[in-house]
């Protein structure tokens, strides 16, 4: 049997599991972003698990490839700058790999896949099964019978291995070699490899099936036809040097040593240590699985100081390896001794009520048949107030039964004396609404004590259970499954539940300890105790209480947009001269860049295609009509299917209104998200958007709905924390804040400011917080880049604390590592400083930005806040519905209109003191449009 090598293309994992997690990166508590790290070492420990290969090796670029370049000068020329966070990664992987004792291959001014290639022809020449470990099809011409492509797994596809068969079949050609031709005719736009014009992936294999080559193609391009024959004939050069630069080459000064890419034992205790600087707990035992798979390991109990025994403190992780320790198994409820007692009968039931009433805080956690609260069913309830011990108590399926056994525990719940701790404690709550259980007591809520001490990363259960607690819990699917084979909990054997729920108690109850001790460290228990905690209950109620919806109304609507999209359709047609489809963005790509040549040089995208996205049409919008109604048909397709089609859909069957969620642990500057559906998006800008507003309805004729919303809110905080005078002087003066800049910026008198004058000031004014430059607020207006910058130093002039404050705020970043609210919460900021200066500019902006856009949202929480107490305590039937960022929406009773309404607005303006006031404007309609 031949022995096996296996060589990985580095960046190209690397990259690869860098974008996996884009979505959701993997930044630890240093604020390190490990995602690319951690990508390439699943697809690393993978390939030596499945495969357990003889021999390995990884393969670095180093300096790019200078035979290509010298070639062609713009080779990879449109490649965007490496993304910091993988420029970080690559020291600790390079450190990772000699600790595995896995040989590096990076030559000077030659790529991977060159040195790639010529380890695998020189492996394949001594008798080797060569398996090129990479997600590129460029590697497709190496392949013959004896060197294959191994494609990792993904997103829950299998591996793929391409053989000559695979590449046959996908690139129809005879020969992997052809896939040579194919790539040069093609060109690739991601390494500015030109290719032949108007020759895309149907093309190429087209002509190389009548062909056979490059060389044969353009040596009888007489046998071609109109357009594409004028192409190719007059871009014969191009299609040759396409061809070089797509061949890999084989004669990189490396040579394939048998011995030196043998693979052996790793040194364990020096990866340990690596592992544990990068916080992969999962990927240690991972690691040690794929290495030695008879045993696990549990890094061993931190000593002095911490938080119990076993759990790794929030910000100090102790050197857990800084000597060899006995292999054990990992922390999970099979190995981990704990006491789980079920409380199925009366007697039983009350020995837990009396426990219960004893204590001064308790975690509790429901089981339940869905996780829409509204409609989900007790199954059970845990309760843990102790490390490794707690209860479980099983609710029968009647409703009323249910009813009746909760009534036992209303003592407890219902005790303000009792803390009460739990993870996503607002679905608890609303849940035991649906039984009319109130929870009283303090909160303590994991997720948000998380989310305040490390808002970057991410904050489930089981993730900070790995991480802090160095234990996995049972997860759900191995209860209920998953996907359309999931069944119901209470099919599940009582026992299994038992555990499950309990352990869910039991390991919420241990994070509670860890996070409690960490949260005065970083200044987040009083805006957790003042704001975040009290917010809870609020939300709750707005959840449980919805928003009523015409929907008769969306229905007569989508007709009339279906009837716009067809006009729009039909103008488009003609202005093109034929009809296409408006949704494929290769057709619309050819009509307007191939036969209506709006740019001499329109932008591709990484497939080859024309780049059609918004951003790239919008500047041909004025010039060209065609343009301006593909996007008005966009928007009106996107407003259609988003919103007026959708919405319908969300309406709750058992109350009939629409009921959003709101998450206080997704934006990191501490503002609210809204999801299932997001109320925060509902258009407003455009008529036709705001039209969708028409359909939010009071709830029947004797109400309406308010709108309260902060006046200009962020540019007060940002006048007020600036100190700058001439800003607050025209707050302080009741003016026009856009109307008083562009009447000073253009020194003009207020009342002679134009519209245009202060449309631009109010740009400025935005953009300001979000560090706008010339180039930006050119972009934004019909100013030229130099007017930009003019209007920009103008501004300054006009307010010169700004600019001081600007460059306060970065400099306290620089020094701390984070800002801060007025209400002292912190957003950490870990590139500031980054050498890119891209990235380490995202960081600046980042730090003038989070206080202001966070101190509004601290603002407006605690006007929710006061505003809920107060309707609670007048006994009032106003409900509040909505949060969007600024603005507060009510369901208000037209007899109690004269009572609201100074108390929203009273509770607004006073809800913190500013050097400037805070202004709420409020509105009343029979519908949110008309209300804001």
Known sequence: ?????????????????????????????????????????????????????????????????????????????????????????????????????????????????????????????????????????????????????????????????????????????????????????????????????GVGEKTAKKLLADFGSMENLLAHTDQLKGKLRENIESNKEKGILSKQLATIMLDVPVTFDEEDFAMSEPDFEAVGRIFEELEFRQLLQNFLRTYQPQMTTTPPPLTGNKPTEGQLSLFTQGDLFAQPQVMSEKKNSTNTPHFYQLADTPMAQQLL????????????????????????????????????????????????????????????FENERIGKVGQNLKYDLKVLQNYNIEVRGALFDTMIAHYLLNPDMRHNMDILSETYLNYTPITIESLIGKGKAQRSMRTVPLDQVKEYAVEDADVTWQLKNVFKEEMPKVNAEKIYTDLEAPLIKVLAAMEREGVNLDVPFLKEYAKILDADIAQLEATIAEQAGESFNLASPKQLGDILFEKLKIDSKPKKTKTGQYATSEEVLAPFASKHKIVADILEWRQVQKLKSTYVDALPLEVNKLTGRVHTTYMQTVAATGRLSSNNPNLQNIPIRTPRGQQVRKAFIARNPDYVLLSADYSQIELRIIAALSEEHNMIDSFLRNEDIHRSTAAKVFHVPLEEVTREQRSHAKTV?????????????????????????????????????????????????????????????????????????????????????????????????????????????????????????????????????????????????SAFNLAVPLVADLGVGDNWLDAH
Not at 389 to 407: I, N, R, S, W
Not at 836 to 862: F, H, L, M, W, Y
């Open 353 to 412: 009520l009396q426990n219960l009433l004893q204590q001064t805080e308790v975690c509790f956690d429901t089981e339940t048949t869905s996780v829409n609260a509204l409609e989900a069913e007790l199954v059970g309830i845990s309760f843990c107030w102790s490390a490794h011990k707690g209860y479980y108590v099983p609710f029968p399926t009647d409703k009323a039964e249910a009813t009746k056994l909760l009534e036992t525990f209303r003592p407890f």
């Open 1 to 197: 049997m031949k022995k096996r090598l296996f060589l990985l293309d580095a960046y190209a994992l690397i990259f690869r599991g860098y974008y996996a997690f884009i979505k959701n990166p993997r930044i630890n508590s240093k604020g390190l972003n490990t995602s690319a790290i951690l990508g390439f070492m699943n697809s690393l420990l993978e390939v030596i698990k499945k495969e357990k290969p003889d021999h390995l090796a990884v393969a670095f670029d180093k300096g790019g490839s200078v035979e290509r370049t010298e070639l062609f000068a713009d080779y990879k020329a449109n490649r965007e700058e490496t993304p910091e966070a993988i420029r970080l990664a690559i020291p600790y992987i390079h450190e990772i790999l000699k600790a595995l004792h896995i040989p590096i291959i990076e030559k000077e001014g030659y790529e991977a896949d060159d040195i790639i290639g010529t380890l695998s022809k020189q492996a394949e020449k001594q008798n080797y099964q060569v398996y090129m470990v990479t997600p590129d099809k460029d590697y497709a011409q190496l392949v013959s019978d004896n060197i294959f492509i191994y494609r990792p797994s993904r997103g829950g596809n299998d591996v793929e291995i391409w053989g000559v068969k695979e590449v046959q079949e996908k690139f129809e050609v005879q020969n992997p070699l052809q896939v040579i031709d194919f790539l040069g005719m093609m060109g690739d736009a991601v390494d500015n490899i030109p290719g032949l014009p």
């Open 765 to 909: 004014n935005f953009g300001i917080i979000y560090g706008v430059s010339a180039f930006g607020l050119s972009a934004q207006t019909n100013l030229s880049r130099s007017e930009s910058k003019e209007l920009i130093d103008t501004y300054y002039a006009t307010y010169p604390n700004l600019r001081n404050y600007i460059s306060k705020q970065i400099q306290f970043a620089q020094e701390h590592g984070y800002v801060e609210t007025v209400l002292g919460r912190r957003r950490y900021l870990p590139d500031i400083h980054s050498r890119n200066q891209v990235v380490r500019g995202a960081a600046e902006r980042n730090a003038v930005n989070a206080p202001i856009q966070g101190s509004a949202a601290d603002i407006i929480k605690i006007a929710m806040i006061r505003i809920q107490h107060e309707l609670i305590r007048q006994q009032l039937q106003t409900r509040m519905l909505l949060q969007v960022h600024d603005e507060l929406v009510f369901d208000v009773p037209k007899t109690e209109l004269n009572i609201v309404k100074p108390l929203i607005k009273e509770a607004m303006e």
